[in-house]
């Protein structure tokens, strides 16, 4: 089975521009979710997908962050515009739906903005 | 909310040594896990833990859910161990509320 896939594992955008990353869950996976890691700290959610739902977005920092997941499979988190304290790795993990099932996570993409 | 805490924050290891890692956390959990952040910045799974004792290569973790700590062994360390060690846990009857995650050991081993 394929694992969770992240694109772009790298990306390297001017402040003020607009970055789209994707997330490809595990098949049959209902959950998704998104973290980041930004400068060195801790790993912060972000938020959360059952299917096509936000389950819990309290961990979004702000209104230049917009996530989709149009029709429950694959989803996008889209800064627009970035700032420079949105550098870090953002990452994406999937789950099925239960209880105590492992979470999966994506390699991460690394988002640098100069 | 829970907390995690992991120690020690940082640690240096001399290559071929051993070392132990803790987790400690607030609150019962339905789900551990325990995973390394290497140092191109990918997160990789170690060990799907809320109990009990696995082990896997020169790794191995150790739940005790009534105590509240899991601990990460990692034996005869290599130089490619380092990075971050992450544990997180999701809150007992939370359902499938996201994993919360500890602050991580920075862990360099040296040749």
């Known amino acids: 089975e394929a694992g969770v896939t992240q694109f772009p594992s790298h990306s390297v955008i001017e402040k003020g521009q607009t970055v789209t990353l994707r997330c490809d869950p595990i098949?049959?996976?209902?959950?998704l979710y998104w973290y980041r890691r930004v400068m060195g700290k801790e790993i912060k959610f972000l938020l959360h997908?059952?299917?096509?739902?936000?389950?819990?977005e309290s961990g979004m920092p702000n209104n230049r962050f917009l996530a989709e997941r149009t029709g429950g499979t694959y989803s996008t988190l889209k800064v627009q515009p970035a700032e420079l304290e949105d550098s870090g790795v953002y990452f994406c993990?999937?789950?099925?739906?239960?209880?105590?099932?492992?979470?999966?996570f994506g390699e991460g993409s690394w988002l640098t903005v100069v | 909310g829970i907390q995690v805490e992991q120690s020690p924050p940082d640690l240096i290891l001399q290559e071929g040594a051993n070392s132990t890692l803790r987790c400690n956390f607030s609150?019962?959990?339905?789900?551990l896990q325990w995973f390394h952040q290497n140092p191109w910045g990918q997160l990789i799974n170690l060990f799907y833990i809320p109990s009990g004792t696995k082990q896997n290569g020169r790794l191995s973790a150790t739940t005790v859910a009534t105590e509240r700590y899991s601990l990460l062994y990692i034996s005869s360390s290599q130089t490619t161990d380092s990075g971050v060690y992450f544990c997180?846990?999701?809150?007992?009857?939370?359902?499938?509320?996201?994993?919360?995650f500890g602050k991580g050991t920075r862990l360099s081993v040296i040749a």
């Open positions: 098949s049959g996976h209902d959950n």
């Open positions: 997180a846990v999701v809150l007992l009857n939370s359902g499938n509320t996201p994993l919360v």
């Open positions: 993990a999937s789950s099925r739906t239960g209880v105590g099932n492992t979470i999966y």
């Open positions: 609150d019962s959990v339905n789900n």
């Open positions: 997908f059952v299917k096509e739902s936000k389950q819990d």
